[in-house]
């Protein structure tokens, strides 16, 4: 299983910097089970928030409603457990917030890598980022 950072979804949804025919294509394998997967309930936050700063309300929403509905794709919920290992890494790594909770997330589903485009997550020993 690998654990997919909010960016990958971002460039799927928004064709970011050139990634996002690899991004999608990435999240159709998801989808048609080739590839499995999971992400934390705080990329629904992002992708909305991006797809709403750069794109309208309604492309906002149904970017949001793509994530929650997506095949194959486990959602890891942002409970006490995932705050207090992302806590730890934060001081252990300096990561920020947002990528210590990710973190937090892909290690306590027991992935080995993370598909970001964040070389922060480069920092971090208990996983492997690779990106797109």
Known sequence: MIYIDSNIFIYAALNLEDLGD???ALLRDVQEGKQRAASSALTFDEIVWAVRKYRSFEDSVAAGEVF???PNLKI???????????LELMRR???DPRDSIHAASAISKKTKVILSSDEHFDRVKEIRR???
């Open 22 to 24: 690899r991004a999608r």
């Open 76 to 86: 890891v919920e942002v409970s006490g457990d995932i705050l207090a290992m992302a």
């Open 68 to 70: 929650l509905n997506m």
């Open 93 to 95: 790594y300096r990561l």
């Open 130 to 132: 690779k990106g797109l």
